[in-house]
């Protein structure tokens, strides 16, 4: 009897189940900044565009008239912005780049107001080596070609990393690709080797791997952008919230959206041809 009423009360909960559309209020759309400040000139640019209402299936509006800027604070620099259509972005004249040790300050100006903020490029850990290996498909684990980091982290401090892999020229950015990590357990990660468990290649492919050291605001809004793109609207799910943005409107009121990233990239790149390499 007791199995009886259970699958009952599964099959109630089950059946009671509809899709609801929230009624949910326009909004003024708002600014959406991200700027992206290292000492690797190609990857460096600042995208402005507005955002969209939630059900909104248009594309993103782009803006190609705001005044982008990057000053150095330890100098004075002034690093001018220009925008590319073809890309969408803003990208810095010259193919300037982020000095190890240097505070930045990021400007947007739109529309009478300013948005604003700043970062330090920290130094780099260092990335010595990357091997791979082919593993047998296991549990948990699908059969493939598994990369390990060797390296060290020196810093007591400051230690917020993202991990970005590219893949024969794809970059490698589904919700599941996103790789951050801190010294919560230590900074001796790299010592021994770090195996990269969530990814997989195959003979043949080449990889890009490049190590970006962020400061704690950048880390934490990406942090909360994988958690928000995990979310999946169930019943324990928390209320989806846009990241919180380490960018502030200097002059003028408003509100604004995105974030300032600025960090040392280290790069490395390999080829998958034998069983085991290096």
Not at 2 to 23: D, K, M, N, P, T
Not at 77 to 104: K, S, T
Not at 249 to 261: K, L, N, R
């Amino acid at each position: 009897m007791r199995l009886v009423v259970i699958f009952g009360l599964v099959f109630f909960l089950y059946s009671c189940q509809e899709e609801a559309a929230l009624e949910l209020g326009a909004r003024d759309k708002i600014p959406v900044i991200e700027g992206v400040w290292t000492d690797n000139p190609s990857d460096n640019f600042v995208s402005v565009a507005y955002s969209r209402d939630y059900y909104d299936t248009l594309d993103n509006e782009r803006i190609p008239d705001a005044l982008v800027q990057i000053e150095d604070l330890e100098n004075g620099e002034i690093i001018e912005f220009r925008y590319v259509v073809e890309l969408g972005q803003y990208l810095p004249l010259n193919q300037q780049a982020a000095a190890i040790g240097h505070e930045y300050r990021l400007r947007v100006a739109l529309e009478g107001k300013e948005y604003s903020a700043t970062g330090t490029t920290l130094e780099a850990p260092i990335l010595d080596s990357i091997t791979y290996e082919f593993k047998e498909e296991r549990f948990f684990a699908d059969e493939g070609y598994y990369l390990t980091l060797y390296g060290k982290i020196p810093f007591t401090e400051n230690n917020f990393y993202r991990l970005k892999l590219t893949r024969n020229d794809t970059l490698l950015n589904r919700r599941s690709d996103y790789f951050l990590f801190d010294d919560t357990f230590g900074s001796s990660v790299l010592n021994n080797g770090f195996e990269l468990t969530a990814f997989t290649f195959e003979k043949e492919d080449k990889v890009k791997l490049q190590m970006l050291r962020l400061n704690e605001s950048s880390y934490d809004y990406l942090n909360q952008l994988v958690n928000l793109l995990f979310n999946d609207g169930g019943l324990f799910s928390p209320p989806p919230a846009n990241p919180r943005t380490n960018i502030t409107v200097s002059q003028g009121v408003g509100e604004v959206m995105g974030y300032f990233m600025t960090a040392p990239v280290v790069t490395r790149t390999i080829l998958i041809q034998d069983e085991e390499g290096n």
